[in-house]
């Protein structure tokens, strides 16, 4: 490879380490932002099939091009008010290392690319709040967006992701 592709391929990666893209999404009033990466698709909402004895922030499983897909509701996942679904309301599927999942959000918004600089780190709230769902903060112009770590804000105990990923491989 010349010194000259060599330098465009650092350039280029270079570049991406200092951007990061996010799809951002509304639960009330509050946006939100996961990596791009993550996303599968986003779709409306369609119906859910409830299971029993799981946490009440699992809605249950749906049946998405005859692939069975767990579906947490994030707002309860977070502790937030309930509130009716709206024509805007809808299921963004995001891939995790071994498996789909389904999180309800208000409304989606829009992708953007944060650069690396205007990602803060999550600042200590004291031990009642659970920082560990949130990979950092992003400045948008005046605006700030709470970026998820995906991962732990769709954790569950042990006995539930057994469950959940049995009826999704059944």
Sequence with gaps: ????????????QNLEQRHRKFLTF??????YGIEIERVN????????????????????????????????????????????DTRETCIIIVRETTALKGVIVDRVSEVLDIVAEAIE????????????????????EEKVKLLLNIDASLAMDHATEIMLNSSSQG
Excluded: H, Y
Aim: aromatic share 2%; proline share 7%; glycine share 10%.
């Design 121 to 140: 780190e999550v600042p200590e709230l004291g031990q009642s709040v659970n920082t560990e769902l949130l990979l950092g903060i992003g400045r948008v």
């Design 26 to 31: 509304f639960l009330g009033n509050e946006e």
């Design 41 to 84: 698709e986003i779709i409306g909402v369609m119906p859910i099939t409830p299971l029993p004895a799981v946490p009440d922030f699992v809605c249950g499983v749906i049946n998405l091009r005859g692939r069975v897909i767990p579906v947490l509701n994030l707002r309860r996942k977070l502790g937030l008010e309930m509130v009716e």
């Design 1 to 12: 490879m010349s010194t000259s592709a060599n330098t465009d391929l650092q350039d280029a």
